[in-house]
């Protein structure tokens, strides 16, 4: 389901990214270097699977999904690089700026920003100005200083000194967590959900992401860098305090069944049609990579 | 009347900025350096002055105006970088990057573009969420990929080999154009232009930031580092193709007259009420920094 759902998602990228044309070719190139070519698709299935509940499945969901997932890609360029986490290695390939160089690495990381909400602006992806207005405010909100790059901000300061978990669930709710749930709450918007159902789907992106980010620690502790396709162990090299440091692993597992298990909680009056986001839940806990 | 209004868009994006607070406060703080603490101010003047032309005197146009400072704040931040331009000075100041450091300014450089964009997508912008969605557009299609971005791409990749002028007139109008242009519209936007009138101010924008770009590389080849407030002759130094050097001193003022010249031109529909718009014209081939 989520193989399939990527190839979409992964297609619809490949379409919106400007084609490689002019002297400005090795910018586009570098674009698609760092979106294309793979991963889970993780919060573009969210987007399109919240999308689907509200009746609002086809282009429109898979242009929120395309738009989100460069967002994304340009945070994992910016985060890979030499001043940032100096990582070589995404998704079992050389990282952006490796393949290329740094400024190219940075001014793809600054595009591909703002072709994300480029997309979102446009008509295609919903006809109502209000509801693209709508997905436009919910991005920057939970893309910027109060959403994910605050939250890399006190990543990169918290390096080499222990924080405590209140802390660390505040980063990770910030520079993962902000973005997980903006990605579900943009399927609501996009089917122009209630206000309720709306905060619904809210708070179980929120619990899913948090959800996300302890089995993510977990994976890092546990795995090998092959299973995972970057560095592991990288964090805890880091001096970085992660949730297996605070709550061991056995304790940091435990926390992940939770929290999944609060957010399919906020799913229960929607019935059979988040099938697919319970299943997401369960495979946030399960993944091994 | 540019110093009074910049006071003004100061004010406004000091209001517009988050307090420093909360463990992003280094972000937070990093984002007010790179935008306060003066500037002409020129790309917002331009805006309110358009809005003011339309009737859109007031808040919303300092939002606007306040937005596009914001995001040239931000291309200044990741151009002055090391992987870029590697410049240590900025308004007489030391660069973002010189001042806190690297990560620090590559994370306050991406949040300046988020705030840029969430402050258009404010009711308090406009209260039609046709008009803020329109700015939207226009923002990132003047500062992404199409624009500002891939005129720094060309630029980067020009240096030590020479461009011939058409080159470098793409160049520029699409790293300092673009933006000048949009600064324009947005004005236009704002105050609910026809699309005639919007379409005579993108040109006269055009023309202007065409000037404008012209100008300064006269200024960077006659003025000292001391007058600018940054490095001077850094442009040639780095082996870039400038203005200067593919037409002479005397070339390259003829050019910047001409094209202020022509700017103008696009307003002679507009009456006493775009004396402002003439004037920055004429500033802007006349300015000393």
């Known amino acids: 389901m989520l193989a399939e759902r990527a190839a979409l998602i992964e297609s619809a990228i490949d379409r919106l990214l400007p084609p490689v044309s ?38 429109g969901a898979l242009r929120v999904a395309a738009s989100v997932e460069m967002l994304h890609a340009y945070s994992l360029v910016h985060d890979d690089l030499p001043a940032m986490d100096d990582d070589d290695l995404r998704r079992g390939q050389p990282s952006t700026h490796k393949k290329f160089d740094e400024a190219t690495a940075i001014l793809a990381g600054d595009a591909l920003q703002t072709e994300a909400f480029a997309i979102l602006a446009d008509p295609a992806t919903h006809p109502d100005p209000e509801a693209r207005i709508a997905l436009v405010a919910a991005l920057a909100d939970a893309s910027g200083a109060p959403g994910m ?85 990288k964090d805890a090299e880091a001096g970085k305090s992660t949730f297996v440091a605070l709550l061991g692993i056995d304790g940091a597992r435990a926390e992940a069944e939770r929290l999944a298990t609060r957010a399919t909680g906020f799913l229960e009056g929607f019935g059979a049609g988040a099938s697919g986001l319970r299943a997401l839940a369960r495979y946030v806990v399960e993944r091994r990579n």
């Open 149 to 233: 790059v605050g939250g890399q901000m006190i990543d990169m300061q918290g390096e080499g000194r222990a924080l405590a978990l209140p802390e660390v669930e505040r980063l990770h709710a910030l520079k993962t967590g902000r973005l997980i749930r903006y990605a579900a709450e943009a399927g609501a918007i996009l089917g122009r959900a209630s206000p309720a159902d709306r905060d619904a789907i809210a708070q179980y992106g929120r619990d899913l992401g948090a959800a996300f980010q302890v089995a993510d620690d977990v994976l890092d502790a546990t795995e090998t860098a092959e299973q995972l396709g970057k560095t592991a162990g």
């Open 22 to 59: 002019g002297g400005e070719a090795r910018l586009l190139d570098a674009m698609r270097y760092a979106t294309l070519g793979g991963g889970k698709r993780f919060r573009g299935f969210l987007s399109t699977e919240v999308a689907a509940l509200f009746g609002a499945a086809g282009e």
